[in-house]
């Protein structure tokens, strides 16, 4: 089986560039050779003098179709292997007119301006200019142009008109040789080209082509899996056999049905808390924040190897869109991957909210008490309050007007810190704690959720040992928990990593922590409260931010990702160390935590939002821009996380748990100093 290069995960590498390059030049200098450095030879199409162009276009189209029929029919390439792009109607209607009236009006295509400016053409230059101009304009204009841009999956034209693909083939084939012949007819009557129409050469070619055509239905009549990836019929092949086959495997699951989740299933594991299901929200993360499944992350399509690496054959991985085209084409990719444990959500979250929330009154078949009980049950779950896109749940939320996770001001906590469900932390040492507080706040240590991992110290710990802390200080899913800082504001954000790894977002920090409080006059007192422990619901999945080094490192080497340092700048630099080397990651900007904060005497609060937007709009080219924030051991940078995500919007903020500490120590990895030419 030959192993691509995409499927191989290696078209990024030194050697698919060298490959693409030697390619590259290849394709050209035999365009060259043919003439393609002429944009008056390739505007001859248009007048019916010179047909090089659609020789060319045809003789490419069929020999590449024939050329991999055959070799997918031998079992020597699998389409599993080879990235297919989508169907976008819209998008490739208008982009191919777009195309054709520049060809008509130039006489070059992009890459046959390459050719031409290769060979000295002004033209060509002026046209290789006016693509980037294009581009730049598309890139403007992509907000207009985005609904077009609808996917339709991966749609063979053969099963659109309801043939096989060996008819297709054939049938194609034959309407290229009637081409060639018609083309020849032409260029003769003009007396515009050579004379081949009726010679040896053209009925040898045509012949030929035809007899490769024909011999599909030999080599493609048998069991087997047919050049489209699918399997082909044959009462003689067993379930077994098929398995074997390139994909056979993921074709038996989807034959049989057991490549899909049934929402039911899937509602009924999620309220029982059975927790070894990743459900992963496909969809775009505005989608997402509007309305999601409760317990589900949301992965761009993008990012969903390297995210869910860490689950790869582990537990099963779930998948859903608002239909089911993109997750079954995740499941696909995924599958070719190595990922055996991808599934796709039956009719996606359409169907799971038609099926599993509808309410049983609205149902047009009605359902037994037994039933209709679990339909409550599950609308209960799904639909409680902090719910993305639950209004029913948000009328009955005490703090449905909050922005949660956010912050909060001294003065709404002075209104609400007696209510039941309102869970107030105190971050501050021990000895600050027991001296005066916020009337029934809790304290608790940051280092008790920080330890040794993997032997790297001070990293945060796995989601279910902090759940334990969390049920011991006896806290609920549906509490709101205010985070309460001393002089460091990133000892609240630190402790709000720490619940976003559980899967609790309502929570919300105290800008300006107990000193702004305390300077208000507001309430304290020394009681220690009286705590019955709970059972904290933990979502173990809920964590897709924290990243490793390789992670950090790949995104480095493919510069795919905005990388910040929030040390302060003299450690970023060098000059300064306390690690096993000194300066910082290649390609990392510096951006010290502190530059968040206003320091007074007394309290440390964030600055105007305002004025963080315009800071980091400087460093961070959109809000969908993929940003890696990091320190030394995650406790500044959780800060950083907090300003960027929660206050300022960016839908793809990593965090670098490990940090500068980790990276320092490992020597294989590359450092920058200020000193270093």
Same mark, same amino acid.
């Given at each position: ?6 499927h191989?995960g290696a078209?990024t590498?030194? !050697?698919?560039m ?13 365009l ?5 450095g002429?944009?008056?030879?390739? !505007?001859g199409?248009?007048? %019916? ?5 659609a ?6 189209l069929?020999?590449a179709m024939?050329g991999?029929?055959y070799?997918v029919?031998?079992?020597w390439i699998s389409?599993?292997r080879i990235?297919?792009m989508?169907?976008?109607y819209?998008a490739?209607?208008?982009g ?9 009006l130039?006489g070059?295509c992009?890459?046959t301006a390459a050719v031409?400016f ?5 033209d ?8 980037v101009v294009?581009?730049i304009? %598309?890139?403007e204009l992509y ?11 991966v749609q063979?034209?053969?099963a ?7 008819t ?6 034959v309407?290229?040789v009637i081409?060639?012949?018609?083309v020849?007819y032409?260029?003769r009557?003009?007396k515009t080209?050579t ?6 050469s053209l009925?040898g070619?045509?012949?030929?082509l ?5 011999g599909?239905?030999i080599v493609?009549?048998?069991p087997?899996v047919?050049f489209?990836?699918?399997?082909r ?6 379930p077994?056999?098929?398995?074997q086959?390139?994909g056979?495997?993921?074709l ?5 049905g057991?490549?899909h989740?049934e929402?039911e299933?899937?509602a009924d594991?999620l309220?029982?808390?059975?927790s070894d299901?990743?459900v992963v ?5 505005a989608e ?7 317990g ?19 537990g ?5 869109s608002n239909?089911?085209?993109h ?6 990719y ?8 991808a599934y796709?959500l ?14 049983a009154?609205?149902?047009s078949a009605p359902?037994g008490p037994?039933?209709?009980?679990t339909?409550t049950?599950?609308?209960?779950y799904?639909?409680?309050?902090g719910t ?10 005490d703090f ?5 996770p956010g912050l909060t001001?001294t ?5 609400n810190?007696?209510l ?7 971050l501050?040492?021990?000895?600050e704690?027991t001296?005066g507080?916020?009337?029934g706040?809790?304290?608790l240590?940051?280092e008790?959720?920080?330890?040794v991992?993997?032997?790297?110290p ?8 902090i ?5 011991l200080?006896g ?9 309460v800082?001393?002089d ?9 990593i ?6 609790h977002n309502r929570y919300l920090i105290l800008?300006?922590?107990f000193?702004?409080w ?7 007192d020394?009681a220690?409260p009286?705590?019955a ?5 933990v979502?173990?999945f ?6 490793d080094?390789?992670?950090v ?5 493919r510069?795919?990702?905005?990388i910040i ?13 306390d690690?096993?080397?000194?300066g ?6 510096s951006r010290p935590y502190?530059?968040?904060?206003l320091?007074?005497?007394k309290?440390?609060?964030f600055k105007?939002?305002?004025g963080?937007?315009?800071a980091?709009?400087?460093?961070i080219?959109?809000?969908?821009a993929?940003?890696i924030?990091?320190?030394r051991?995650?406790h500044q ?5 907090f ?5 300022l919007?960016y839908?793809n903020?990593l ?8 990276w ?9 100093? !200020?000193? !270093?030419?």
């Amino acid at each position: 089986m030959i192993e691509t290069l995409y499927h191989q995960g290696a078209l990024t590498t030194g !050697a698919a560039m060298g490959l693409s390059l030697l390619v590259g030049v290849a394709f050209g200098f035999v365009l060259e050779r043919a003439g393609f450095g002429s944009s008056r030879r390739l !505007a001859g199409i248009f007048y %019916f003098r010179d047909m090089a162009v659609a020789k060319v276009m045809f003789s490419g189209l069929v020999t590449a179709m024939l050329g991999l029929a055959y070799l997918v029919a031998f079992g020597w390439i699998s389409l599993e292997r080879i990235y297919l792009m989508p169907t976008v109607y819209a998008a490739q209607i208008i982009g191919g007119l777009i195309f054709g009236v520049g060809f008509a009006l130039s006489g070059w295509c992009p890459g046959t301006a390459a050719v031409g400016f290769a060979s000295g053409k002004l033209d060509a230059l002026l046209c290789l200019c006016g693509a980037v101009v294009g581009s730049i304009l %598309f890139n403007e204009l992509y907000p207009a142009m985005r609904p077009l841009q609808v996917e339709s999956g991966v749609q063979f034209i053969y099963a659109n008109l309801g043939v096989s693909q060996t008819t297709f083939a054939f049938l194609l084939t034959v309407a290229a040789v009637i081409v060639f012949w018609a083309v020849e007819y032409l260029e003769r009557r003009r007396k515009t080209g050579t004379d081949y129409f009726n010679s040896p050469s053209l009925k040898g070619f045509g012949t030929l082509l035809l007899v490769f055509a024909v011999g599909l239905f030999i080599v493609g009549g048998g069991p087997g899996v047919a050049f489209d990836g699918s399997t082909r019929e044959a009462e003689s092949v067993a379930p077994a056999t098929i398995a074997q086959q390139p994909g056979g495997d993921l074709l038996a699951q989807v034959e049989s049905g057991q490549d899909h989740v049934e929402p039911e299933e899937l509602a009924d594991r999620l309220t029982r808390g059975v927790s070894d299901w990743l459900v992963v929200d496909v969809r775009p993360p505005a989608e997402f924040n509007a309305l999601h499944i409760r317990g589900a992350v949301n992965i761009p399509l993008s990012n969903l190897e390297a995210d869910l690496q860490p689950y790869k054959n582990r537990g099963r991985i779930v998948l859903y869109s608002n239909g089911m085209t993109h997750p079954a084409q995740a499941r696909d990719y995924l599958h070719s991957r190595g990922f055996q444990n991808a599934y796709i959500l039956t009719d996606g979250l359409t169907g799971f909210i038609e099926r599993c929330l509808k309410p049983a009154s609205l149902r047009s078949a009605p359902l037994g008490p037994e039933a209709a009980a679990t339909v409550t049950r599950w609308r209960e779950y799904f639909l409680s309050p902090g719910t993305p896109g639950s209004q029913a749940a948000a009328e009955q939320d005490d703090f449905a007007e909050l922005t949660l996770p956010g912050l909060t001001a001294t003065d709404w906590l002075a209104e609400n810190y007696h209510l039941g469900n309102v869970r107030i932390i105190d971050l501050r040492s021990n000895p600050e704690y027991t001296s005066g507080h916020i009337p029934g706040s809790l304290r608790l240590d940051l280092e008790s959720l920080r330890g040794v991992i993997g032997g790297v110290p001070s990293m945060l710990m796995p989601a279910s040992m902090i759940g334990e802390h969390l049920s011991l200080m006896g806290l609920h899913p549906a509490d709101v928990v205010v985070l309460v800082s001393g002089d460091k504001l990133q000892d609240a954000t630190i402790m709000a990593i720490a619940l976003e790894r559980v899967g609790h977002n309502r929570y919300l920090i105290l800008d300006g922590g107990f000193g702004k409080w305390l300077a208000e006059g507001l309430p304290t007192d020394t009681a220690l409260p009286s705590v019955a422990a709970s059972e904290f619901s933990v979502d173990r999945f809920a964590d897709h931010f924290t990243v490793d080094y390789q992670t950090v490192l790949q995104h480095m080497e493919r510069r795919s990702a905005v990388i910040i340092d929030v040390r302060p700048a003299e450690y970023y630099s060098g000059t300064k160390s306390d690690e096993a080397r000194a300066g910082h990651i290649p390609g990392a900007l510096s951006r010290p935590y502190t530059e968040d904060v206003l320091a007074s005497d007394k309290y440390n609060a964030f600055k105007r939002i305002d004025g963080l937007r315009q800071a980091y709009s400087q460093l961070i080219p959109s809000r969908d821009a993929t940003v890696i924030v990091h320190c030394r051991t995650g406790h500044q940078a959780s800060q950083t996380f907090f300003v960027l995500k929660q206050l300022l919007g960016y839908r793809n903020v990593l965090w670098y748990d490990a940090g500068w500490t980790e990276w320092a120590a490992r020597p294989e990895l590359p450092i920058r100093a !200020a000193a !270093a030419p």
